[in-house]
């Protein structure tokens, strides 16, 4: 029904900065709360940031609170998550997700999945 494809990723030295972008199909990618995540080998998925449908609310874990940043453009079916002042321990494949509920929330029913960009900030 949904379908998400994030590109963007890459090496990056400590303190750089990179921009990942996810573009979804459909004219209803406004219909959802879209989220960004992020999981590193060994380790268990964790949620970085999300944006309401209209783009009006963000919220964000705190290890990126400050650094990144989450926005959208609804005409163009995208979400974008800035990155800056990026450390070894933001190394991680990232995923874009779309949620099923109408408000924007860590906790959403995240559906939808992008297959994942790398990630690879060098010391």
């Known amino acids: 029904q949904v379908q998400l494809v994030e590109s963007g990723g890459g090496l990056v030295q400590a303190g750089g900065s990179l921009t990942l972008s996810c573009v979804g199909s459909?004219?209803?990618?406004?219909?959802?709360?879209m989220g960004w995540f992020r999981q590193a080998p060994g380790k268990e998925r964790e949620w970085v940031a999300v944006?309401?449908?209209?783009?009006?609310?963000?919220q964000y874990a705190d290890s990126v609170k400050g650094r990144f940043t989450i926005s959208r453009d609804n005409a163009k079916n995208t979400v974008a998550l800035q990155m800056k002042s990026l450390r070894p321990e933001d190394t991680a494949v990232y995923y874009c997700a779309a949620s099923v509920d109408t408000v924007a929330h860590r906790n959403g029913r995240y559906k939808y999945w992008g297959q994942g960009t790398q990630v690879t900030v060098s010391s």
């Open positions: 459909g004219r209803t990618f406004s219909n959802y709360a």
């Open positions: 944006i309401s449908r209209s783009g009006g609310t963000v």
